[in-house]
């Protein structure tokens, strides 16, 4: 497989899996993009982050799926996984709500930060549909080819013979449902939102049923402890 600018920042599990993607007419499209408003715009995540929710757990080790939307669109929050900021940003108002929950639901300490990257360890896959966008613009690389390409993600793990978790937060999450076909868990709820958190987000539990799946599937339920 040609090494394009993209390819080259997914480890080498994911890229076999989405060998075909790399190759397609849209995702080369996709790609001359990417690379040019990396070359010409502030663009977030950092280069190297655009695939760290890929790169921080196999496919195959992939046990819950969180989908979000693209990535945070101010100076230096993104670092590739949906709904988490870099240490030593203040949070956003989402994540702070995800923390509420985290906190009334599973009993989570007091974070000091917003890096879910302990989560994404242990094979929480933090995905959002669009992977980049452009500095104080939000939604900037929509409709570009990165929903084509993380649609495709969604239907690869769907298609796994082990039962997998998936958490589909608000309209544009749950609109993902159709693309996961077998014995898949699906929790559905508003999205952490301030604007609909409070609709049913807010007490969904998601965190502690999620865990209760895990350990009926006898797989290592996941430590939602932000450290």
């Given at each position: ?21 790399f190759e397609s007419d849209y995702f080369k499209k ?198």
């Amino acid at each position: 497989m040609k090494t394009t600018y993209l390819r080259s920042r997914v480890n080498e599990k994911w890229a076999n899996l989405l060998s075909s993607e790399f190759e397609s007419d849209y995702f080369k499209k996709l790609n001359d993009f990417i690379r040019e408003e990396y070359g010409n715009s502030s663009i977030f995540p950092d280069k190297k982050d655009i695939f760290s929710a890929f790169n921080y757990c196999d496919p195959d080790k992939v046990k819950v799926i969180i989908i979000g939307q693209d990535p945070y669109h101010n100076n230096q929050q993104a670092n590739g996984l949906a709904f988490s900021v870099n240490k030593g940003i203040q949070l956003p108002p989402s994540l702070k709500n995800i923390i509420k929950e985290l906190k009334s639901d599973v009993g989570i300490s007091e974070p000091m930060h917003g890096d879910l990257s302990h989560w994404a360890q242990q094979g929480v896959f933090l995905l959002n549909t669009c992977l980049t966008v452009k500095a104080h613009e939000p939604l900037s690389h929509q409709n570009k080819g990165w929903e084509l390409f993380t649609d495709v993600v969604i239907q690869k793990l769907s298609n796994r013979s082990d039962d997998l978790v998936f958490l589909l937060w608000g309209k544009k999450a749950e609109s993902k449902a159709k693309l996961i076909v077998g014995n898949h868990s699906i929790l559905k709820s508003h999205h952490p939102s301030p604007l609909s958190a409070y609709r049913g987000f807010l007490g969904c539990r998601h965190f502690s049923k999620t865990n209760q799946i895990l350990n009926e599937l006898n797989k290592t339920p996941i430590d939602w402890e932000i450290i």
